[in-house]
């Protein structure tokens, strides 16, 4: 496994097949280019590279599979992904739709002294500011906040795809983790939860289905993978 062939772009593959591999999902192809909104023949070829470089192996029927170190490797690289996305946040303010690119960035260049000063001042912080667990094997189970039913109670447990665009649209509806509320409306344009002070949050289904919440009641257990994510809410003359 040569460090020379690492790129931000090969991480951003490894940790997407992390959190496939943490959400239960096949970790396949089509899994890889939906979570990352990218084409079949682009993942193909990286997937290749990874298998390659070590980290990766491909069963006959295109499944994919962590090496032992390819593993180790990517639980290491995503918990520290987390640890700074709730620094950049908490203690130097970034706003939680743009720490994301941020930690991309830095978690390359990482000094062990440097990371433990983070971990020493995020307190008892356990998640990323998307509500993804910095210790990993700490997850919550949750369901996809577009299954929940009209009148259920809803606490939001995270925000599973971490794509910028997605991520503005998020924090402009009013979502955070943690928010509580009731399932207000459910259609085929809108999603919208609404606080205890009124105020309501409104996304469309397909970004519903990227948010994943505990619900009571609640619908059967699924992690989902939007075929295609539409951002914005249809308007008819509203
Ligand atoms: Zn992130
Ligand atoms: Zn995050």
Redesign the pocket.
Known sequence: MSSAHATVAEEEYRQTLFWLHEAGLPMTGANLARAMQLSAPTVHEMVRRLENDGYITRATDKTISFTGSGLAHATDVVSR??LI?RYLTDVVGVPWDD??EE?ENLEHNMSPRFEAYMREAIGDAKT?????PIEVGTRIEGVPLADVQVGAKVTVLRFVI?GEDLLHVLMASGLEPGLQGILATADDDAVVVEAPDGSRAEVTPSVAATVSVLADPSPPARVTLPEQLVLAIKRYGR
């Not at 990323?128 to 993804?132: E, K, L």
């Open positions: 992904h987390r996305e720490v994301h930690a990323c500011p998307h509500g993804h971490e």
